[in-house]
């Protein structure tokens, strides 16, 4: 029979075993954190007053929210940072945070439990807060797909996917690493669908492929999987057309405008054909423009911006970047840019010294997340990608989710307190 063996590349060296005492967090890491939520907290302050003013005759009113938040996600940041992860890879762990994302999702859909705003019912309230399911289900997609995929490599190193020729051995392969967990995804994806929410969608998907891609799957899994999957969708696809003016009065009413295709074309339409685009799906596009283009080098001056009085719609959120550069200029841009760029080498750092496939996806999934959702947003922002609402981590408004990504780091911050350089011990692999 043949050998099974790990393709996933290692770093050499010693691993951390349990009962190793933990290192000290990454330090540049965690600089970088820090840099990126004070930049936030003084961006939203700038870019929200005048909201502010008209919402509840205050400037503070959406830092004040906003900041109380971040004082509650740096102290979850700080507690999760201290608890080794390999105590939580445990599969029930992992199968109770996949059935209950899922139960969440599905509850936002509930009349009188839903909030239902500009035309999509994507929040509810807890205790008076709002809170949005899909940012939830982006922090815990990572974690549920590093315990599945920490047991796939147990699996694979044992010889479990081992069968009795090459073919019948592939086949079981592309099953278990890669149709399972993305049939997984898409019972996620159905209820964020019906919301509609689908950025959110975009970005499940984006980051279910990433964490694919580094779990260990052989290259040949991957581009298999990826075709079948091209040409299911095409197949399904055409048949929807075929099939849709009959399935449309059945469906909710909050899937018409997504279903007639009027609205995604619309989307569409802004940022391939703007000169047949009307004028109010043009606004956001156009404001946000003016406001990084007056910006010029150095920028207008921090709170000297005009574009946020009322000229460019959330301002405060999805378009907090064109603000950053009208008041503090393409330097201020670069700046936010590099700090990303930064967050992304040294996140991949700690996965690559993670002792484990369990810390490596946790790591490199999270890490993924932050910088995969900034570049979108700054693609926006700057009309590179399609119109679509997604916010910028650590600068946007949002409380739930700014919450949700100091969580994320805060598993990154354990996994690098646990990784090889940091429990110089051999024996066995402590993540997995």
Known sequence: MKQPRNDRP???GPLPVPGARPGPVD????????????FGLVMLLSASMSE????????????????????????????????NPRLYNRAW?????????????????????????????????????????????????????????SRIERLRASGGL??????????????VEFFLPFFCLLFWLVPIAMEP????????????????????????????????L?????????????????????????????????YIAGRFSVFFHPEQASDDLLWQTKQALQAIGAGGLTGVGLGLGRQKFGYLPMSYNDYIFAIIGEELGMLGAILVLALFLVLLFRGAVIARKAGGTFG???????TTLLVVQALLNIGVATNSIPPTGISLPFFSYGGSSNLMFLAAVGVILAVSRTSRTNAMLPGKDGFR
Not at 209 to 221: F, T, Y
């Open 93 to 149: 762990i992992g199968l109770l945070a996949y059935v209950g994302t899922f139960g969440i999702l599905c509850l936002v859909l509930v009349p009188h439990i839903g909030a239902v705003s500009g035309g999509a019912r994507r929040w509810f309230s807890l205790g008076g807060i709002q809170v949005q399911p899909s940012e939830i289900a982006k922090v815990l997609l990572v974690f549920c797909l590093a315990v599945y995929y």
């Open 230 to 262: 091209v040409v299911v969708a095409l197949v399904l696809g055409l048949l929807l057309v075929a099939m849709l003016p009959s399935l449309l009065p059945y469906l909710p009413e909050s899937l018409q405008k997504y279903t007639n295709l009027t």
């Open 52 to 83: 502010g003013l008209s919402r509840d005759d205050s400037p503070l009113y959406f830092f004040g929210k906003q900041f109380v938040f971040t004082l509650i996600g740096a102290a979850v940041c700080f507690l999760v940072s201290l608890v």
């Open 162 to 175: 081992e069968r009795a020729t090459p073919f019948r051995t592939f086949r079981a392969a592309l099953w």
């Open 360 to 366: 490596y996806v946790l790591a490199a999934g999270y």
């Open 197 to 228: 929410h689908m950025s959110g969608m975009v970005i499940l998907t984006l980051v279910f492929a990433a964490v694919v891609c580094v779990s260990g799957a052989r290259p040949r899994i991957l581009l298999a999987g990826l075709a079948i």
């Open 10 to 12: 290692r770093a050499a």
């Open 27 to 38: 330090a540049l890491f965690a600089v970088v954190v820090l840099a990126l939520v004070c």
